[in-house]
């Protein structure tokens, strides 16, 4: 007879609560351990900003006592009315605020030379001011606006007009002399006009070369003080809208003394070769014998004698080679 096997038992089903208390139960282990970095970092934030804040006011102390010891007039630490207080500040709000949250290392972030930064940035931005406010004062072709090419007409027509007054006065003696009859006193007169345009030709070229060097004088005046602009250090004293009355001076003092500076740059120079003229004009004349010359002519009718004896070389055959009539 045969034996029968005896059945497993059977396994009970898992209470399902006991699965949602355990998860229940690792959910508030994981908000709490969460909850407690949180605070931990807040904690942590708090004392970091603290931390970076006394960086911070301390780089400020360093930087500010570095730019007094520099002793720049101005710029002293202890001064309220420091420029660079705000400046200092300002760059290292900017810094700090570059720096990542809990950084360790952001005491670095406020070494260095900041405060030299600064003062150059300063220096730059005052030495572009001035430079400005130079450039309002002696804009581009300042010069030549203020001084124009017409400034020194007058006087050189004054004294064009006074040596066309002597040559006119000497073709008008040569007339009334008998040297010249009415065709060579207006040959003579002809002449004068041709060498008055000449001549005033002549004079504007130096005229204008007088006052381009007035020009250049003001241009220097201008680049002098803009020199002193891009060299400028803090702590230097320099007005550069002082430029207008040194501008403003030489001016009145090259106006007061143009005439005169023109008449020097002539100097000798005379726009009428009298004699040539009237040498010229009597030649075109050809020989004349007015009346009643000999009774007053004398040796003033020399040039009336030169030509009749140059008639007479001319008819024996004789060249009068280069001699002139005077």
Known sequence: MG???????????????IQIREDNARREREQQAQQAAAAKRTVDVQNWNTTRGQQQASAATRIMGDISRQG???YDANDASNPLFNQVNDE????SGTIGELDPNSAS???GDIGQMIMDRERDTQRSAYGRQIDSIAPFNFAKSGLSDTADD??????????FTGATEQAQRAFDRGNLNQQGFQSAQNLIGSANTAGNAKFQQIGQGVLSGDRDRLREEADT???RASNFELGQQF???ALQGSLDSLRTEQAGTLEGRIRGAIGGENAFDSPGILNSAGIKQGVFNPAGAGAGAGQEGSL???LEERKKDSSTGRGVGSQGVF
């Open 3 to 17: 034996m029968s096997g005896s059945a497993p038992p059977q396994q009970q089903a898992p209470d399902p609560m």
């Open 92 to 95: 290292l709000s900017r810094i």
């Open 109 to 111: 972030y406020f070494s």
């Open 72 to 74: 720049i007039q101005g």
């Open 154 to 163: 007058s006087i050189l027509s004054s004294i064009l007009g006074e040596q």
């Open 304 to 306: 009336l004698s030169a």
């Open 239 to 241: 007005d550069p809208s």
């Open 225 to 227: 003080y803009r020199t």
